[in-house]
């Protein structure tokens, strides 16, 4: 059974800075392109970076030159550095693998004006 747990969302000031951790059981991180998604209520999820088998990284125009993702091999776990946050960043922020099966609950980030 493949799971994905997302954690280290939380309340900050735009400006501010949170760093997202997913952790997965039932699969290894690290051969798999691994996505971070969000969510804000009445809106589709949206992609906001992946990182890939071979560390390769992608991220969608509204996150670049703020957002870092990156993996932990050591700990299976794969992370969002999130930088300079605006309060359009609010959503609930996902991690999951290419399939798009298997989701965790999310971690909410909420950023203040």
């Known amino acids: 059974q493949v799971q994905f747990k997302e954690s280290g969302g939380g309340l900050v000031q735009a400006g501010g800075s949170l760093r997202l951790s997913c952790a997965a059981s039932g699969i290894t991180l690290r051969i798999r392109t691994i996505y971070w998604y969000r969510q804000v209520p009445g809106k589709q999820r949206e992609v906001v970076a992946f990182?890939?088998?071979?560390?390769?990284?992608n991220y969608a125009d509204s996150v670049k030159g703020r957002f870092t993702i990156s993996r932990d091999n050591a700990k299976n776990t794969v992370s969002l550095q999130m930088n300079s946050l605006k309060p359009e960043d609010t959503a609930v922020y996902y991690c999951?693998?290419?399939?798009?099966?298997?989701w965790g609950q999310g971690t909410q980030v909420t950023v203040s004006s």
């Open positions: 999951t693998d290419a399939r798009l099966t298997y």
């Open positions: 990182i890939s088998s071979s560390s390769t990284t």
